[in-house]
């Protein structure tokens, strides 16, 4: 949980409250008597005895039971003016009265009423008190749960605006595995350390970089270090902070934003989730969001409106710059963009050696083995996969962190949390039967990625499951490969339906046909691997969610749509075909694979081709 300003604000709402009716009570008595102009003056009761002695009080005005008093002395202590100050009485003072008397001075007491109203008062306020400090702490956490109704009601100004480090500390040393965006940033560092190399030959620095990249790649990472290494304050704000229920309060954000950046030049002001408000102006359902629009003009009107060499330098990070209103790439706005990719083998490697360091690694176990089975992976994955490795280690008693551990934390990451292994029983085998389908598919067709493990363990969702190792190069796969990986997926359904009959198949294989329609979906209407020619029908992404036309995501007709069902279904229809026959030709061992496979839960990628081997009678038959 995090301190922000608002908790502070609505813990202290009560408090304020109580002090402010305690401070009323305390003082009624006194206030309410036409001596509201009483100097704020006040002395000790010894004080007052002493100007009783000197004969400097003209008069006492007791209330509040005999506690308090208000006494009217002249001196020349006082400037030789009578001044009203105010005593507080201790409580057994009888002989006091009687002193005043005797010095003839002016006494009158009031009555006490007020005290009694004054706990009447409390009495009162207890219930209403109560209501507020319930409806504080509910405030409170339906702002941290879904910062839905509590973001409505705080209007922007008592909300956090936007954070602000004085120091990052963190070093590019700390960032791996990124290299050509690392080098595009040491220039940023020198134009905020040294801006006069680039001012002397009259070059302009730039003001804005947008950082591209898939989440947890290290944009933010990146933004903090240019902060750390050249030393300068980092303000951030992530880009859905600013959208907010009531129109305006976004672009006020900004403007205090920018205020508060230019007072603290030179600095770094990193806007993440940029996209949340640099959507493209005008587009998305329902017409534009007004309140996005306000946000994203003031913060072009605040790029605009600050030269290069104030030493601003604003960084903004999207995984979607393709969704980005054009004027926020304009010159003179984010110009530079830099892309973060998802790390490859050397990249994941580095980024473990920084991670690693503080880890106890055991020595029989090389980052290389962990960069080599974790294609896919970011950063944030790798740093979180090694800390679930080294709870896990601890968990176990263990000294340093071995395979074992990396491997469970891998398989968490991936595929979710262990469950108990199911009880032998029919279900249990017709598991068995999906999980080899999908195995021995995947081993006997050429293309297809090799099988890392197969097991019966439950984890996440998956009752089981059957485990392949990622090539390394994920971005070009050819026509062969895409339909080996169909016929994988396809795979479990098909062992199903051969070995317990089309009337048992199960719902289990949902989640293996989602895929399976969606590559070949894919195949027809955007890599033009089907009959329908080289054509592209279809954008990456075309969901109307994300602020472009509906209308224009789908550019064919009818009759095409038709066509592209068509095509789909044919691929699949074939690849099924072609699955439904790998399993027929190898029933038996799969059988064999599948006693295997229920009596030890877990076949190793290893064991399985050789047993593969072991039991086909004719030698291994590639597809
Ligand atoms: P992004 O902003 O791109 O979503 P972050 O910068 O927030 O990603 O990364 C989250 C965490 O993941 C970082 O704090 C860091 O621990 C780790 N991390 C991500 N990328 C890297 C990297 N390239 N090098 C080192 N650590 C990284
Ligand atoms: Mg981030
Ligand atoms: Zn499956």
Redesign the pocket.
Known sequence: MKLSWKNLLLWSLPIIVISFFVWQGFFAPITNENNANIANSRMTYGRFLEYLDMGWVKKVDIYDNGHNAIVEAIGPELGNRIQKIRVELPSSAPELITTLKKKHVDLDAHPTKNTIAFWNLIGNLLFPLILITGLAFLFRRSNNATGGPGQAMSFGKSKALFQMEAKTGIIFN?????DEAKEEFEEVVTFLKKPEYFTAVGAKIPKGVL?I????????????AIAGEANVPFFSISGSEFVEMFVGVGASRVRDLFKKAKENAPCIVFI?EIDAVGRQRGTGIGGGNDEREQTLNQLLTEMDGFEGNTGIIVIA?T?RADILDSALLRPGRFDRQVT?DI?DFK?RL??LN??GKNKKIDQSLSLSIIARRTPGF???????LLNEAAILTARRHKNTITLNEIDEAIDRIIAGMEGTPIIDSKSKRLIAYHEIGHAIVGTLLKDHEIVQKVTLIPRGQAKGLTWFTPSEDQSLISRSQIKARIMGALGGRAAEEIVFGEAEVTTGASNDLQQVTSMARQMVTRFGMSEMGPLSLENEDSNPFLGRNINNSNEYSDEVAIKIDKQIQNIVRDCHNKTLKIIKNNRVVIDKLVDILIEKETIDGNEFRNIIQEYSHIPQKKY
């Open positions: 700390d960032v791996a595995g990124i950082l990249g898939p989440p947890g790649t290290g944009k933010t990472l990146l933004a903090k993440d990070a995984n973060v790390p990249g580095d980024i920084v991670h970011s950063g944030a994955d790798l740093a979180n």
